[in-house]
C-alpha cells in the first residue's frame, strides 16, 4: 500500500493535469453542448504521445476541439517519481457546456480527470 505521501504527490498531479486541461479551453463557448472522453499517453517530461476520442459527444466539432484542448495543455507537469511508467495513459471526460450554463460553473471543473491509467 502507498504511503500518504505518495498518494497526495500523485493527487496533487492530477489536480494540475485537470487545471491544465481547464484553462485550455477555447476562450468563447461553443454553441454546441456535450461530453467528450479523451485518453491520451504522457511520456516522463509531461508531453503528449498520442491521444484519441474514446467515447463520442455524437458531435464532430466537440470531438475536434476536445483533442485540441489536450494539445494546447501541453506540456503537462512530470509525474511524480512514485508514477514509474514510462508512459502514461490518461482518461479525461472533457465537458462542454451549453452556453447559458457556462455563467453557472466555475471553469476549472469542466475537465475531469479520471485518473491514470495502466494497461488501458
Known sequence: MPCRAETDAIGAWQRELTLRLSKSYPPRPIEQSGTVQVRFVLDLSGKVIWNVVLQSSG??????????????????????????????????????????????????????????????
Open 59 to 120: 458531435i464532430k466539432a466537440l470531438d475536434v476541439e476536445a483533442l485540441a484542448i489536450v494539445d494546447r495543455a501541453q506540456p503537462f507537469p512530470a509525474p511524480p517519481a512514485e508514477i514509474d511508467d514510462a508512459k502514461l495513459k490518461i482518461v479525461a471526460d472533457l465537458n462542454f457546456p451549453s452556453t447559458r450554463d457556462i455563467f453557472k460553473e466555475d471553469a476549472a471543473l469542466h475537465a475531469k480527470l479520471r485518473g491514470v491509467c495502466r494497461g488501458c
